[in-house]
């Protein structure tokens, strides 16, 4: 969860959310993390944020739209840096979809 702007922000997955990130990016999202050593490429931040981004000060039942989502992104990396972006999409896709790092 984070602050910008006066909102609050968090991401959440799930498997049809990740789906839609990886249609949009082209790539395996956990293959990419692995890839680049946890370091996503810009575009796939995007991706991240414009699909799995909820506005809860809005309404915490609902995504923001994917427009708004790499607005909110690309504010937030200005504000809390890059590798913060990479490290919250991480930390949530734990949270919310542990499974895809699991080995056995």
Do not use: W
């Not at 006066?6 to 890839?35: C, N, P, W």
């Amino acid at each position: 969860m984070f602050e910008l702007d006066g909102k609050t922000y968090r991401l959440h997955y799930t498997i049809d959310r990740l789906k839609m990130i990886e249609a949009r990016t082209g790539k395996s999202v956990v293959g990419e993390f692995v890839q680049s050593n946890g370091a996503l490429p810009f575009a796939s931040v995007e991706a991240h944020f414009s699909y799995a981004l909820i506005c809860d000060s809005d309404n915490p039942d609902v995504y923001v739209s994917p427009k708004t989502g790499i607005e909110i992104a690309d504010k937030y990396m200005e504000q809390y840096g890059y590798m913060a972006a990479c490290d919250l999409i991480a930390t949530q896709l734990q949270a919310d979809l542990g499974f895809l790092f699991r080995r056995s």
